[in-house]
């Protein structure tokens, strides 16, 4: 079936979610993905019903390449989409990724705004417009389903932005997608913008209109909003809202804002939301970017309580506080009480209800091995206890750099010492340092046992749980020859946790040493 017969049994009421989290949420300094990395997030966001995933640009890297080929010989609901600049190359590269799949597409872009033409493309507007033809034209040749975007679209003259996408759709676009790159536009013009070119664009009613919002200003999913509610069908954005710069849309707060106000925003998506929290646990322990504790539908405190008049409100009826169910996104409220006397079969189905009951025997043994050690030193296990272990233990299988051991002798008197043990490649090794406190005497013993040149832009700590027995999570963020890497470390003991951390950064700078530079990226 072609894109455009596709458009015209669409349900006029239902909006699309093109997830581009392995796309530009990768584009994040630090958020770089491994293979496996990125094909679990792959499988997550299929089993969430995401309608189109991005899976890379496919020029950028061997890397991206072979990530965008193994997610679409592997995703077979979904249209896997791989991003092209508006080159034969470009075009040709991306389209040999996606022609495995059982559902296809790409997505080509240049720029249009006069800022844009003048100082990056350095193309005068006729050449951009025929580079857009020429464009499409060509992807439309190679695969069924082409999208087509404007860079910079928000800041583009209204009639040259009005005539290239008619020249897209004509080309063979079946999807038109109008980013907002830097953030710029706000709510009711953006809402202006979507109204203008369904009325003024003649060929419209063939395509379907995207919308791809940056949050610069803060405003990305209330632009995204704005422009379902003008005529939008297709809404691109990432989990946890990552991507470059301030990031995008963050593809839960829209599909719950759908969901919880469907009284004035009368559209529908298929993401399975009870999945959402899965989602972003994932993203985050993947990455190493933690959740805000205030983020909207997944932070720790969306569902939180503290105030006596708000707990007394919501202890009579939750809807006093709460516009949403904590279940609604996949939170689940602890009835079955862990602790250290709780056996494998307690704690296989505590992860089943946290929605982890595929894991490998192999992964959930080091799972309630380590959950077994916390219970030992920590009263009560709460389930973001046990979540924090498994995106510790799980999402990190196949490091080069594995941490055993680590002992510190610290205070004030001095002179604070670590003795550390690292497996490095399946051989243990050991070493005793000194620093200026424990923690740079920790990260000094890794140094020695595994020697290497970077800059430690960012040591972060925070507790996972409320008490002084509470798990630490802590971030890393490396940097060595512009490269930004970020690490992600828990345990109930902050020094292991830390170095948990710079092991699990080091061990994604090795990656990055290995893949080539990118190409140039945007949308």
């Known amino acids: 079936m072609s894109a455009n017969r596709q458009i015209d049994t669409m349900d006029a009421q239902r909006v699309r979610i093109f997830d581009t989290t392995l796309r530009d949420g990768e584009q994040s300094p630090g958020c770089s993905m491994n293979l496996d990395e990125k094909l679990q997030v792959a499988a997550v966001l299929e089993e969430m019903g995401v309608d189109i995933i991005e899976a890379g640009f496919p ?6 390449f072979e990530a965008v080929c193994e997610i679409a010989a592997r995703v077979r609901n979904a249209t896997v989409a791989g991003l092209a600049r508006a080159t034969r190359k470009d075009i040709d590269r991306a389209w040999e990724a996606l022609k495995g799949a059982a559902r296809a597409r790409i997505h080509t872009f240049i720029s249009t705004s006069p800022l844009h033409m003048k100082y990056k493309l350095q193309m005068e507007p006729e050449a951009v417009h025929q580079a857009v033809i020429d ?55 953006f809402h202006a913008l979507i109204t203008m070119l369904r009325n003024r664009v003649p060929n419209i009613d063939k395509a379907v209109i995207s919308v791809h919002c940056h949050n610069d200003l803060g405003l990305a999913v209330a632009n995204s909003l704005a422009a379902i509610d003008a005529g939008a069908r297709q809404v691109e954005c990432t989990i946890n809202g990552i991507g470059e710069r301030a990031g995008n849309a963050a593809m839960e707060e829209i599909v719950m804002a759908l969901r919880t106000r469907h ?29 805000q504790p205030n983020k909207a539908i997944v932070g720790a405190n969306a ?43 307690a704690f296989k189905v505590k992860l089943a209800e946290l929605g982890y009951g595929d894991l490998s025997d192999n992964a959930v043994e080091d799972a309630f091995q380590r959950f077994k050690d916390l219970a030992d030193h920590k009263k009560d296990v709460y389930d973001d206890d046990i979540l924090a272990l498994i995106d510790d233990t799980v999402v990190r299988q196949n490091d080069r750099i594995r941490f055993i051991s680590l002992q510190v002798v610290c205070g004030s008197t001095g002179p604070q010492t670590a003795e550390l043990e690292l497996e490095v490649d399946g051989v243990p090794k050991r070493a005793k340092a000194t620093g200026n406190g424990p923690v740079d ?34 971030t890393v963020r490396l940097e060595e020859d512009g490269r930004t890497v970020n690490g992600q470390g828990a345990d109930v003991d902050t020094l292991v946790a830390s170095a948990r951390a710079y092991v699990n950064a080091l061990n994604r700078l090795l990656l990055k040493r290995e893949r080539s530079a990118p190409a140039a990226m945007s949308a």
């Open 59 to 64: 020029i950028a890297s061997n890397g991206d």
């Open 135 to 189: 464009s499409v034209s060509h992807a439309r040749n190679l695969c069924d389903d082409v999208e087509w975007s404007p860079e910079d679209g928000t800041r583009t003259d209204p009639d040259f932005l009005c005539r290239c996408v008619e020249s897209a759709i004509k080309a063979g676009a079946g999807t038109i997608n109008i980013p907002d790159t830097v953030g710029y536009t706000v709510p009711h013009e």
């Open 263 to 291: 009284d004035v925003l009368p559209y529908t998506t298929g993401v399975k939301t009870e999945l959402i929290t899965r989602a972003s646990r994932l993203i985050s322990a993947i990455t190493g970017f933690s959740v």
């Open 303 to 345: 569902f939180a309580h503290e105030s006596g008049i708000h707990q007394d409100g919501y202890l009579k009826h939750s809807q006093t506080y709460e516009i949403m169910t904590p279940e609604s996104v996949g939170l689940h409220r602890s009835t079955l009480v862990m602790g250290k006397h709780s056996g494998r079969h």
């Open 441 to 474: 005497a920790t990260f000094a013993a890794i140094k020695a046992i595994f020697p290497h040149e970077t800059r430690l832009q960012l040591y972060q700590v925070h507790a996972v749980t409320e008490g002084t027995d509470a798990q630490a999570e802590v």
